[in-house]
């Protein structure tokens, strides 16, 4: 089944604990990308990544960091969480060329920070 | 920075009523699309509409877009319990490698 699979579903964590949050998709998608989610805000973009080793800024990249090293994957890491990260995250993919057009997205990674 | 914003934040309906949503937007884009998300599930794509195209149709949904007023809306017709769920628009301008999505309708159908 085509998907992108996030895990963990849930995590809850303390402030300064270092956390990756992964994410996989078996699509063969070039395109990659992370989002959160607060209410009111709808979803901004963290980072994205248009193929292996290409990483860019979103609108919020302040405090996370992002790998490319296989197109499959596209982890999420954050280095040291601070309670303002507390947080809904996406990952979504897309075909290289249809990343405007289309996002396939994960069920989402639920992080509290304490 | 957002794009587009949903109007109403919130709506609630009985079964097989029609659900009008409203999006509206700042700059001009290339593209306009609607997803799903089912509550704190991922989001799901609905539909797109180009620039150059007013009105699009997909089983129950209709899409419209007004360039000039830089808005759209997306029409649920014969709702069902189902159909309860957000409804965000996103756009993309092409300036940005990004899709920029509004804070949601939250639609509620009442069986």
């Known amino acids: 089944e085509a998907q992108v699979t996030q895990n963990p579903r849930y995590l809850i964590t303390v402030t300064g604990k270092k956390l990756t949050v992964t994410c996989s998709q078996n699509m063969n998608h070039e395109y990659m990308s992370w989002y959160r989610q607060d209410p009111g805000l709808g979803l901004r973009q963290i980072y994205y990544s248009m193929n292996v080793e290409v990483t860019d800024k979103g609108d919020v990249p302040e405090g996370y960091k992002v790998s490319r090293k296989e197109k499959r994957n596209f982890p999420l890491i954050l280095e040291s969480p601070s309670p303002n990260q507390t947080s809904l995250y996406f990952c979504?993919?897309?075909?290289?060329?249809?990343?405007?057009?289309?996002?396939?997205f994960g069920s989402g990674t639920q992080l509290s920070v304490l | 920075s957002q794009q587009g914003e949903e109007d109403p934040q919130a709506l609630s309906i009985q079964e097989g009523e029609n659900a009008t949503m409203n999006c509206s937007y700042k700059t001009s884009i290339n593209n306009l699309q609607w997803y799903r998300q089912n509550s704190g599930r991922g989001l799901v794509h609905l539909i797109l509409?180009?620039?150059?195209?007013r009105e699009k149709h997909s089983g129950r949904l209709r899409v419209t877009l007004d360039t000039s007023k830089k808005s759209s809306s997306l029409l649920i017709t014969a709702s069902r319990a189902a159909d309860t769920a957000s409804y965000f628009c996103a756009t993309f301008t092409g300036s940005a490698r990004q899709l920029t999505f509004g804070s949601g309708t939250q639609l509620t159908v009442l069986p």
């Open positions: 509409i180009r620039s150059n195209e």
């Open positions: 979504a993919s897309s075909p290289g060329d249809k990343f405007n057009e289309k996002l396939f």
